[in-house]
């Protein structure tokens, strides 16, 4: 079985702080893939990146970075200098035979 | 491109009526999937389709749900007859291929919220 634990179920920060979202999965699959989508209070979600098992490398693209560390089973996500528009719920999910996501957390970048 | 369109976007029906939600996947796409979001949660799958056939529906309340994609390109969800627990957004995806070797990525709409009262 797949699982995912968002811990934190709301955030909340001033404007140009960095933020850290959590992410810890379950899955007994060697192979499978782990993102994380941003849900605007539109409500469609939105991907944000995508990162296979195989491939610890840390990502960055502009203000966020993904920090994958398979021995602890985490895939943490930093939001550097926020601004307001980067809140949203953000959710972490895992994905090897189907995308299971996490309970989100909450952003909420105030001015 | 064209994104995933659903439709309605809002409904609002009594407890025991009956409900239809509709998506138009992007085109080219074999793979679609319709989640079902309750307030507060991530979406969770209630089916998967690989052009019209069914790969997962596994999580799909078949007493009362059910799903179509007959010609392999749009898919119409219903609900008969709903219940109060039923209250959630309807999210459809679509994608290239549901091979785990292969790139996956889904693509979402922009929800039904549906609210049964």
């Known amino acids: 079985a797949q699982k995912v634990t968002q811990a934190q179920t709301e955030i909340s920060v001033v404007e140009k702080e960095d933020v850290t979202l959590d992410c810890v999965y379950e899955t007994r699959d060697t192979t499978y893939y782990l993102f994380w989508y941003k849900q605007p209070p539109s409500g469609e979600l939105v991907f944000l990146i995508r990162r296979n098992s195989f491939d610890e490398q840390n990502e960055i693209s502009g203000r966020y970075s993904w920090n994958f560390q398979k021995s602890t089973s985490s895939f943490n996500f930093t939001i550097t200098a926020s601004q307001v528009v980067d809140s949203a719920v953000y959710f972490c999910?895992?994905?090897?035979?189907?995308?299971?996501f996490g309970q989100g957390t909450r952003l909420t970048i105030n001015p | 491109e064209a994104g995933v369109a659903q439709s309605p976007r809002y409904k609002i029906i009594e407890k025991r009526q009956s409900v239809a939600f509709w998506c138009n996947p992007i085109?080219?796409?074999?793979?679609l999937y319709w989640y079902q979001q309750i307030l507060g949660q991530g979406p969770k799958l209630l089916i998967q389709f690989q052009n019209n056939g069914v790969v997962d529906d596994s999580q799909l309340p078949k007493d009362r749900f059910s799903a179509e994609r007959l010609k392999g390109v749009d898919s119409t969800l219903k609900i008969q007859p709903a219940k109060l627990e039923d209250s959630a957004v309807y999210l459809c995806?679509?994608?290239?291929?549901?091979?785990?070797?292969?790139?996956?990525?889904?693509?979402f709409g922009p929800g039904t919220r549906l609210t049964v009262l």
């Open positions: 999910a895992v994905r090897a035979q189907k995308l299971v």
């Open positions: 995806a679509s994608g290239g291929s549901s091979g785990l070797s292969s790139y996956n990525e889904q693509f």
């Open positions: 085109s080219g796409h074999a793979t």
